[in-house]
């Protein structure tokens, strides 16, 4: 059986369990992609990491242009992360005509389009899957096994961290510091976790997405993110009440009598039958919503070294598999114009749940909506729970019907200058996920 | 741009929205399989109907010959169903060297081998996307993005029409024969709807499951069927009270010190938290869980026509997007020998619900318990609902812990020989999804 040259750049997390399970799942790999898989060179940072794997000395380098200059090696697994760096080993690799595999939703959201292009250019491959959604099958799906259909939605939890964080606040009643704390110490959360609960992980995810289903890479500065470090457990509890789940969402969707795609990532009530409401601790879910196919919705684990591992072993098999010539299909994004581009997101259209906390007063509630109604803002539910301190003020909780966004905003803009107003109100979308054919 | 010329057989359901989704999606295909997919003829019963859909006179015929011999045509889809005549089209095209694509789960389970065999011989693919799960991308998942993992269970709800009655009978506590009459009125039954019912469906769909995981094919008689017909709203009511959910899964779970794999149908009791427990009406969601990625869940339409034409379509674009010489490895499980087994339904072990009809007198639940106890089957909990009319005897619900299959029948069989009995235990399996690696 022919060999399959690959060089690992990164033993990290992932990078070590990528080298573990190719160890013990060779025979498997073999059968299943005609060829024998064989990292042929590893480079990390430090050696002992290297050593501590049993990783043969003679194949560990600290310098990624050995492997990238390597004429034998085929492929190149890049897992450092990150932006620059990376971002030289796989255009280095694509010019030196190897396929490219990587994990890098970061870099893809900032230079995907280049690297797209590049990898066309050299028909050569780029594969990513394990860039979003972990171990989950997603990128594929998309690519081949919905490839039919012209997408109306993609929508889901794609950040483990948050959702960890999210479920942990409503089962537990706990605050975000509680949380979060929880989160570092079984280690759903990264020592700095900036980038995921902030939200721009899911952005980087959201862009992914994008480009593979509207074949244009949004800008990620463009991408409306709202992380979860500001939810306060009471809103949580509120909507509860209401019969919703707040997740954390990234959400791709095309407006139904336009090309305008909206791309937003933002903490989002459900309700609570909603299959993505029952999606809790660290998973990921994610809906696809084709138009041929309907609804679908792919689950699983969305991060971690294993997970991640079989995402980027199935993109070697694949590679192995194919010819790289045979191969052009899945990049057309890079060689056609989008007909498709983002939509602001002031003009995206949704239901929201506003808490205002008012002084109790008579009147309060006629101002509000006589401004909601000025914006023909159709109010669905009013709740003004029992308050034990009332000097601390009350609140008022308000659902709203379809609305433009930016109506509604200007609209609490208004209701911020009321006198009786304490704070600013707090906004959360409301997702039905109704998605439109043309 | 090069043509792929598909020759289509059968426009029923899913073959005329296979004909009318390629139409409206002409050029989203060819620049996503780098070729002009092209319907040069169809077969099909009665001419009237393509007359109906607007095909053009020319490329209909009622004779499936006229496309096998047709030297031009390089696929051909398969979907008219049944078995005999679809062996002969299915053999006949592999021989001409056509690939081909079907949607025929029956035919699969019960020729499996010999088609797979054939066109490993033939050097040409077989593909069949839409025969388990309709429009969900699942037979790819296992072959294509989940391939690194060995498979230890694979599990779901694969029968859209069982489920939605049994969604039916849940929710609105109606009667078996209510809800099929219903389902029928929706159109999720068919006229004759013994096939799902009785279970053989679901079962013909966890052979093609096995035969993607485990590289055999079951023998159809040799999967434990059992299905829904006989299910009374009571024991939906009943395991309601303690916390789970009634559904019909098809189970493939490798044991976990052996070769042998598990493969049965039948209603099935989840908690009523699991992701499962949560999908309803007439969709199919399967649990994979591979040794490597975890528990991953995929969800979506199983059935109806445009769902089906998606995956058929998705299949042809892997047939235009690939030369066949690049192809073998998706059909390996015909070129080796599985190392793998079924286990006989007498081996398994599982939890138990057992309802039985008892007289209600003093000394009955003792002798139960000891019939169990000298099994070695611990009882997890008991619970005697009160009811009006003791005349009828009074139900006894008892929950076991993991027992051997073989053990809890031969109680079964000694507490039915009880003088206090009416009628006979009722049972169903309860699946926790614990399956383990090595």
Same mark, same amino acid.
């Given at each position: ?14 990078? @070590?369990?990528? &080298? ?12 299943? %992609?005609?060829?024998?898989? $064989? ?6 940072? @430090? ?16 310098? &990624?242009?050995?492997?990238? +200059? ?7 697994? $890049?897992?450092?992360? *990150? ?25 893809? /959201?900032?230079? *995907?389009?280049?690297?797209? +292009? ?14 979003? /959604? ?14 039919? +259909? ?66 244009? &890479?949004?800008?990620?500065? $463009? ?14 509890? =509120? ?38 409401? @029952? ?38 098999? $694949? ?7 045979? =191969? ?6 890079? %060689?056609?114009? %989008? ?17 205002? +906390? ?22 669905? %539910? ?20 379809? /609305? ?35």
């Amino acid at each position: 059986m022919k060999a399959f040259n690959v060089g690992l750049i990164g033993l990290g997390n992932v990078g @070590s369990r990528v &080298w573990h399970n190719l160890l013990t799942h060779k025979k498997l790999l073999a059968e299943k %992609s005609g060829k024998i898989i $064989e990292i042929k060179r590893v480079a990390l940072r @430090s050696l002992q990491k290297g050593y501590n794997l049993g990783i043969p000395k003679e194949i560990l380098t600290t310098d &990624w242009q050995d492997i990238v +200059n390597d004429p034998e090696i085929e492929a190149v697994v $890049e897992l450092i992360g *990150g932006i620059d760096i990376s971002y030289e080993i796989i255009t280095s690799a694509l010019k030196k005509g190897k396929d490219v595999v990587t994990a890098n939703k970061a870099l893809l /959201a900032n230079h *995907g389009q280049q690297i797209a +292009n590049l990898a066309f250019e050299q028909k050569r491959r780029i594969l990513f899957e394990a860039s979003v /959604a972990g171990g989950i099958p997603l990128l594929q799906a998309i690519q081949d096994g919905l490839v039919a +259909n012209r997408f109306l939605m993609i929508a889901g939890i794609v950040n483990g961290t948050c959702n960890y964080i999210l479920t942990e606040m409503t089962s537990q009643k706990s605050s975000y510091a509680e949380a979060l704390k929880k989160a570092k110490e079984l280690g759903y959360a990264e020592a700095n976790e900036k980038l995921d609960v902030s939200g721009e992980d899911s952005a980087h995810k959201a862009a992914i997405l994008c480009a593979l289903s509207y074949r244009f &890479w949004p800008k990620v500065e $463009e991408i409306y993110t709202a992380g979860i470090e500001s939810v306060d457990p009471m809103d949580i509890q =509120y909507a509860a009440d209401l019969g919703y789940v707040l997740k954390l969402l990234a959400i791709i969707k095309k407006h139904p009598h336009s090309k305008k795609v909206e791309i937003r990532v933002h903490p989002t009530l459900l309700k609570k039958d909603h299959i993505l409401s @029952s999606v809790s601790g660290a998973f990921n879910a994610v809906i696809v919503k084709g138009d041929i196919v309907g609804d679908q919705l792919f689950y699983g684990r969305g991060a971690g070294g294993d997970p991640t591992a079989s995402a980027v072993l199935s993109d070697l098999v $694949e590679l192995a598999r194919y010819p790289s010539d045979a =191969y052009h299909a899945r990049i057309f994004f890079s %060689s056609t114009e %989008s007909e498709y581009k983002i939509m602001p997101i002031s003009e995206i259209i949704s239901r929201y749940y506003v808490r205002l +906390n008012v002084v109790d007063k008579p009147g309060v509630l006629a101002s509000i909506a006589q401004i909601l109604g000025r914006k023909n803002i159709g109010i669905s %539910s009013v709740v003004q729970p029992e308050v034990s301190n009332l000097s601390q003020g009350v609140p008022l909780i308000i659902m709203v019907h379809d /609305a433009k966004e930016k109506d509604f905003t200007e609209a609490c803009a208004e209701m911020s200058k009321l006198p009786f107003l304490k704070g600013n109100p707090v906004i959360y979308r409301v997702e039905d996920f109704h998605a439109q054919s043309e």
